[in-house]
């Protein structure tokens, strides 16, 4: 991984496409994809759709994929809670550029769609 990734504190959701919404607390973030910890866990390689929202109320929602899975059973990073890697793909130029605007910020992510 070569994009800079950056511990945040926010709630976001997701839904495995053309499921049911679900929600879920990301961990960390980079233009890449994130860490979204959750009680529901998705299998690798999973589709999702993935909607949260950066200072000063950017909103981000795009598709990702399930890229690694931390199960409470098995768990792969032990610096983090039960979750999931997400990989993005699909975001728009303007939402990538919010991001990268945002990870090169010193601003604090506390916000919820």
């Keep these: 991984r070569s994009e800079r990734r950056r511990p945040v504190e926010a709630h976001g959701r997701f839904a495995k ?4 919404w679900r929600a879920g607390d990301i961990h960390n973030l980079s233009t890449g994809g994130l860490f979204l910890a959750a ?11 993935l909607e ?4 000063p109320g950017d909103s981000v929602s795009c598709q990702g994929r399930v ?3 931390n199960h409470p059973e098995w768990i ?3 610096g983090y809670p039960a979750g ?5 793909l ?3 130029a303007a939402q ?3 991001l990268t605007a945002f990870l090169g910020s010193g601003e604090e992510i506390a916000v919820s769609p």
């Design 39 to 49: 009680s529901h866990l998705f299998p690798v390689d999973t589709p999702l759709m």
């Design 84 to 88: 999931m890697g997400v990989q993005f």
């Design 67 to 69: 890229a690694w899975v």
């Design 52 to 55: 949260f929202c950066l200072p």
């Design 17 to 20: 496409t053309g499921g049911k």
């Design 90 to 92: 699909d975001l728009e």
């Design 76 to 78: 792969k990073n032990p």
């Design 96 to 98: 990538r550029q919010a």
